[in-house]
């Protein structure tokens, strides 16, 4: 087989939409999709796990749906097949969390391949990650677009302390599927509350500004659709999109923790990166860095600016120290979020026994 020239026009996106409930994936997947599919001359085929909970958009956008009560890989696998075959240039799929922890998902899986194996838990995957596997490279070469969510989970990490004990520690939030799958899509963006994108892995260099850190998108919609088609083309014309506003506050040197607050100058998270990849820094620990970066400004979290020079090692011990930070700070916004459900439900169960 001959190598030929590289074009980028023809090309699939995989766009990943990740959040916990109420942050709009549905909804932002269907007016991604709908505006996606316009662009490619055709409809949306919708695969929905969410008790058909995708017909209560259906006066607001065009598509066609189906409806899965059973989430195997091969449940899916078979429904993008139907949907190639129709032809479909757009294929949404809400939610793939369920093949992982569904009626029939890859932990299910496993787990009756261990009652099997006698409670040989660790070699029941031996049975449940060719099926993973299966699915997988099926989402990667589904002929067409594909948008799929993911809900989100409480993440944890265990560490060992000076004493040699481990530790738990509670990160925040990771999607529902096995770790690592959003690393095989083109974008991945976490859909919070406010209706705000953040991309934490893209390919799409229109999605970052100019100092190489993710772009903030309130409201995704068709601006992002068209900007993802152009994207497939050949072609350079991009439309505009807005930025979310995000803002930082003012805080002193002092307010940091004592192991961050040593030779450092404490800095809010709009910190200007170079705009350049510094020299000793390969591609893959930068990459990861500004979207590190990227999460960071959106939480308003502080960044110190190490002394120079910037090299892998430096790049490493800051991504891992703001990645605990990031952790911590979801974890805190998502108590304060599950605090006020309560508070409300609280109030709605009180005027109704009043009212009683």
Aim: proline letters at 5%; one cysteine or more.
């Amino acid at each position: 087989m001959p190598f030929v020239k590289a074009k980028k026009a023809g090309f699939n996106i995989r766009l990943g939409l990740v959040g916990p409930s109420g942050s709009g994936k549905t909804f932002t997947a269907l007016r991604v999709g709908c505006e996606l599919a316009r662009l490619a001359g055709g409809r949306v085929a919708f695969i929905d796990t969410e008790r058909k909970s995708s017909l209560r958009y259906a006066d607001a956008f065009d598509f066609d749906a189906m409806f899965l009560e059973e989430f195997s890989p091969n449940s899916y696998i078979t429904a993008i097949e139907e949907a190639e075959a129709a032809g479909y240039p757009v294929i949404i799929v809400d939610s793939l969390s369920h093949a992982w922890m569904g009626k029939g998902g890859v932990l299910e899986i496993k787990e009756q391949a261990a009652k099997r194996k006698k409670g040989d838990s660790f070699g029941a995957w031996r049975d449940a990650t060719p099926e993973h596997n299966k699915l997988v490279d099926k989402l990667l070469s589904a002929k067409g677009h594909l948008i799929i969510t993911m809900r989100v989970k409480t993440d944890y990490l265990v560490t060992t302390q000076e004493n040699g004990r481990g530790k738990v520690e509670k990160l925040g939030l990771a999607p529902v599927q096995r770790d690592g799958l959003e690393y095989e899509f083109d974008i991945v963006g976490d859909l919070d509350l406010e209706l705000n994108f953040i991309p934490t892995k893209t390919r799409c260099r229109h999605l970052k500004n100019e100092q190489g850190l993710p772009v903030v998108i309130h409201k995704p919609g068709e601006e992002l659709a068209q900007l993802l088609f152009n994207w497939t083309q050949d072609t350079e014309a991009m439309p505009e999109i807005a930025q979310a506003t995000i803002t930082a506050p003012a805080i002193a040197t002092a307010a940091l923790k004592p192991s961050q607050s040593g030779n450092v100058t404490a800095q809010v998270a709009e910190y200007v990166l170079p705009k350049t990849k510094p020299p000793k820094v390969t591609l893959g620990y930068w990459d990861r860095w500004t979207e590190l970066v990227g999460r960071a400004r959106y939480l308003k979290i502080f960044i110190p600016k190490y002394p120079e020079p910037i090299d892998n090692p430096m790049v490493e011990k800051r991504g891992k120290e703001l990645a605990a930070e990031i952790a911590k700070e979801m974890a805190k916004q998502t108590m304060a979020v599950i605090k006020e459900i309560e508070a409300a439900k609280a109030e709605v169960r009180a005027e109704e026994e009043a009212q009683d």
